[in-house]
């Protein structure tokens, strides 16, 4: 696309601005759609499992009930806190957006559409899920109000102890893949275990799916770790004192983040854009189609989650992060470098 509008009358300049912008486009907006749709399954898949019809009036199967709700709160009035600091407390939600779109870009949906092909693109997504914390904290701080202020706080000392597991998980995969670039990770993993493509089935990388997944869950404020937005303790979080679409901006980026995490997921343990299996019939199927099938069941993997697994507490929630989860995660690399020098042949990959 970038060479066709290059070589029209834009010229080279004008030609790959307008290619590049046509791209985040491409890849923004069915975001902001799949997000709406996220919701709806999620509720879907909940009512299923505890035997109700959930959204089943706008729409057929109440497959507009998303965009009834987004437009009820887009015509709500904003109401800023008179104590609030206003500045901060706009500009929190559309960090929070933001950054939840901004990791998109490196995410690679075949082996040629990625929007930027970056050889430190897994480095990339994990500095845009650390930033993430900003927009809840300062939520917090500027709504001036002591429940959306701990809730601030609760996220913030969440997110710090999850995204050192994550980084350790990520290192591990590098290790294995010998690579930053998110491509090579994927096809690192072809043929992984006899005909089996993915992390997944690698018994050295198993436990370390199970501890992102888990950790992805904290890092996303996602039952049953959604302690930051405990309504029975918080009365909703960082989110209390906001509503219209200051409110609708955290909820779009919330389950960008969700989805994003998803993509991570399939990206670093289920073989991305590859089919299950290294089987020359399942790559007619375009790669495109396996990644969002991926992505689509890691999404109900959360929203399964969310239907049975009871909250836990808030120490229980730091002790599994910084006593389990951190050791763990910290011996395994030792584990992986270890096996990857003495049973390979990839000494100093």
């Known amino acids: 696309m970038t060479e066709f509008f ?28 799949a997000v709406a749709f996220a919701v709806y399954a999620d509720r879907k898949i909940w009512a299923a499992m505890q035997l109700r019809r959930g959204p089943n009036v706008v729409g057929p199967w ?55 092909n970056i050889n430190v693109g897994i480095l990339y997504l994990f500095a845009v899920s650390s930033l993430g914390v900003y927009g809840i904290i ?20 969440q997110m710090v102890s999850y995204e050192v597991s994550i980084g350790f998980v990520i290192v591990c995969v590098i290790l294995v893949a010998s690579s930053f670039n998110l491509n090579d990770i994927v096809l690192s993993q072809k043929g992984n275990i006899g005909p089996l493509n993915g992390h997944i089935f690698n018994p050295i990388l198993f436990p370390m799916g199970i501890v992102f997944l888990i950790s992805a869950l904290a890092e996303t404020n996602r039952p049953p770790f959604d302690l930051p937005e405990a309504e029975a303790e918080l009365v909703a979080g960082y989110q209390v004192e906001y509503s219209s679409m200051s409110f609708a901006l955290f909820w779009l980026g919330e389950y960008a983040n969700i989805l994003l995490m998803c993509a ?9 854009w590859l089919p299950p299996l290294d089987w020359a019939p399942l790559y007619a199927v375009p790669g495109i189609i396996w990644f ?8 109900f993997v959360f929203a399964w989650v969310k239907a049975t697994v009871p909250r836990y507490r808030y ?34 990959s």
């Open 6 to 33: 290059q070589s029209t009358l834009l010229g080279p300049t004008w030609g790959y601005l307008v290619a590049k912008i046509i791209l985040i486009l491409a890849i923004a907006l069915p975001v902001m759609l």
């Open 62 to 116: 109440g497959i507009l009930q998303s965009f009834a709700d987004g437009l009820k709160v887009f015509l709500k009035e904003t109401i800023i806190p008179a104590g609030a600091n206003k500045g901060v407390f706009l500009l929190a939600p559309m960090i929070t957006f933001t950054l939840a779109l901004v990791g998109w870009a490196v995410i690679p949906f075949s082996q040629k559409l990625v929007l930027a």
């Open 138 to 157: 300062m939520s917090g701080w500027a709504s001036n109000s002591k429940y959306p202020f701990l809730g601030g706080l609760r996220s913030a000392a």
């Open 264 to 272: 991570m997921t399939a990206i670093l343990f289920l073989g991305g």
């Open 292 to 299: 969002f099938a991926k992505i689509a069941f890691m999404f």
């Open 315 to 348: 120490d229980q929630l730091m002790r599994l992060g910084w006593k389990v989860f951190l050791p763990l995660s910290l011996f395994w690399v030792f584990l992986v470098s270890g096996w990857l020098v003495f049973f390979t042949d990839r000494v100093g």
